[in-house]
């Protein structure tokens, strides 16, 4: 009996793994491939960076974001490869991380520009996804990804709203600021740790 139940805990541990590894990555993008052609070079690149940027560096940065679009929730992230991290959280300050697979921010970093999703219930490829469609009950999102000097986009600016609206030129081009304020933000920490060791 003893055997039988050691043994029965063990599979039940193994395959509880299995699935939370697999609902981590699990695509909720309707038609949308989440892997950059570049993932495997990308994805050095952002543990590179996490290693030297501790969780909530970002938060004031996401505050000023969130002031400046009127928004509830503003947040600097890095995608990493089955999660994405929040190191900047306005709005959203009970999760720090969410399933790659869930967040729009996995669909901002496979663009240079900006993605924008004025009302997500209107997007065919968000139709899927719980975030959008289930009680969280997002509707605007907007993203501008963090871009390396060698082109790797490890990351997004982004702003959400549970209510659609409009986002003009101008917001298009401020939230791409403050996506390289993330940027150079990022490159003068490891500079200045670098210094240090």
């Known amino acids: 009996m003893k055997d039988w139940l050691i043994t029965f ?20 993008f309707i038609g949308k491939d989440l892997l950059p052609a570049n993932e495997k070079e990308r994805l050095n690149v952002v543990r590179q960076y996490l290693e030297e940027i501790p969780e909530g560096y970002f938060g004031n940065l996401a505050a000023i974001m969130a002031k400046s679009f009127n928004t509830p929730i503003a ?74 000097k ?4 490890i990351g997004t600016a982004c702003i ?6 409009t986002f003009s030129k101008e917001d298009i081009g401020l939230l791409e600021y403050f996506a390289r304020v993330a940027m150079q933000e990022v490159e003068m920490r490891v500079r200045m740790l670098k210094q240090l060791a």
């Open 9 to 28: 805990l063990s599979l039940f541990m193994v395959l509880g793994i299995g699935i939370c590894g697999e609902d981590l990555m699990k695509n909720h």
């Open 160 to 165: 959400v709203d549970k209510e659609p609206r």
């Open 75 to 148: 947040l600097v992230s890095f995608v990493d490869k089955e999660e994405v991290a929040f190191l900047g959280n306005f709005g959203m300050e009970d999760s720090s991380r969410v399933s790659r697979g869930l967040s729009l921010c996995s669909l901002a970093i496979l663009d240079d520009s900006p993605t924008i999703f004025p009302d997500a219930l209107k997007e065919p490829c968000l139709l899927a996804n719980p975030l959008v469609t289930g009680s969280f009950g997002l509707r605007f999102y907007a993203g501008a990804p963090i871009i390396t």
């Open 150 to 153: 060698e082109g790797y986009a």
